[in-house]
Each structure stands twice: as structure tokens, then as C-alpha cells.
């Protein structure tokens, strides 16, 4: 399913958003589980957490595409999105601007039903999920609708301008 994102990521010229709006997501995540047991990625010791997702990640952004990922999420965090929060700091050293954004804030927003991606704001890839946070129905759903793009992009970018650096947030 990721192969969509990694191809269409290798295609974009300009810009790559991802919005996540669940507050967990494949709760039986190996990599999870193995947080929840007390495992930390240690920043120091690259070779321990780069994987390969951050080789597409840092090639896109050398490219000059710059990748945000906005996650909308509840306070106090879950458990999976702390998980999210502890290992976000891959995704930064990899090339990605990361913004956290508590719900509260985002309540007049008008915001899409499903996370997704949206490249240069004309191609728009839409995850579906269960309501446990597994992959469901399509999985992935490749909308080559430059007016739906347009949508996502234009809720998504007011999103992203209430939204806290990752830098600067600091979870409840």
C-alpha cells in the first residue's frame, strides 16, 4: 500500500502534505509494541532508526519538495500518538516539517473524513481505516481529481498555520 505514496512522493515537484487525524493507528505495530515495552530510538545512534521510508523521505526533500505532516490529534495524547511524538524526530532529521495540532483548536475547521496525502496539490491519496486503526476497504485510494486535490490542500493548509513546529509542542 505505501508503494502509491512512494511513487507519486518520487513524481512531486513542489509539495507533499500528509494529514493524520486518528489517535492510533496498527496498534499491533511491531516497532509500537516494542515502544510500549519501553525501547526508545536513541538520536545519536542513526543506524538504529533509519529506515527506509526516510531514505524516500530525505531524497524527496533534497529534491527540493518540501514534505509537511500535520497530525491532528486529542490531549492528553494516546499511547500510539506518543509513540508518534518519541520517534518524530526521525522524520525532521529525514527532511519533513512536523506540526502537531490539538483538536480543540482546529474545531471551526473544516476538515477532510480521512488522513491522506496531497503532491503539489493536484494528486490526492486517501487512507482508509477501520475503526481499530487497521487498514480497511481499499486501503489507499489514488484520486487523480485536481479539484478534490485543491480541497485537501486548501483545509489542509489552515490546518497547518493554527498547527504547533514540532519543536515547539509540547504534549499534555
Known amino acids: 500500500m505505501a508503494t502509491a505514496v512512494r511513487e507519486a512522493l518520487a513524481k512531486a515537484r513542489h509539495t507533499a502534505k500528509h494529514l493524520e487525524m486518528r489517535d492510533s493507528y496498527m496498534r499491533d505495530d511491531p516497532n509500537f509494541v516494542r515502544w510500549q515495552q519501553g525501547h526508545r530510538y536513541d538520536p545519536s545512534d542513526r543506524a538504529s532508526w533509519w529506515r527506509p521510508w526516510l531514505d524516500v523521505v530525505a531524497a524527496a526533500t533534497a529534491r527540493g519538495v518540501v514534505m509537511r505532516r500535520l497530525r491532528v490529534v ?61 487498514w480497511a476497504g481499499p486501503g489507499m485510494e489514488i484520486c487523480d481529481d485536481a479539484q478534490a486535490a485543491e480541497r485537501y490542500a486548501h483545509a489542509y493548509d489552515a490546518a497547518w498555520l493554527r498547527a504547533i513546529p514540532h519543536e515547539e509542542y509540547r504534549p499534555a
Open 74 to 134: 486529542s490531549e492528553p495524547l494516546s499511547d500510539y500518538t506518543r509513540y508518534e511524538y518519541d520517534g518524530t524526530f526521525t522524520n525532521v532529521a529525514a527532511g519533513e516539517d512536523v506540526r502537531w495540532l490539538h483538536r480543540s483548536a482546529a474545531r471551526d475547521l473544516l476538515l477532510p473524513a480521512l488522513d491522506g496525502w496531497v503532491m503539489d496539490d493536484r494528486l490526492l491519496i486517501l487512507h482508509h481505516f477501520s475503526g481499530e486503526g487497521q
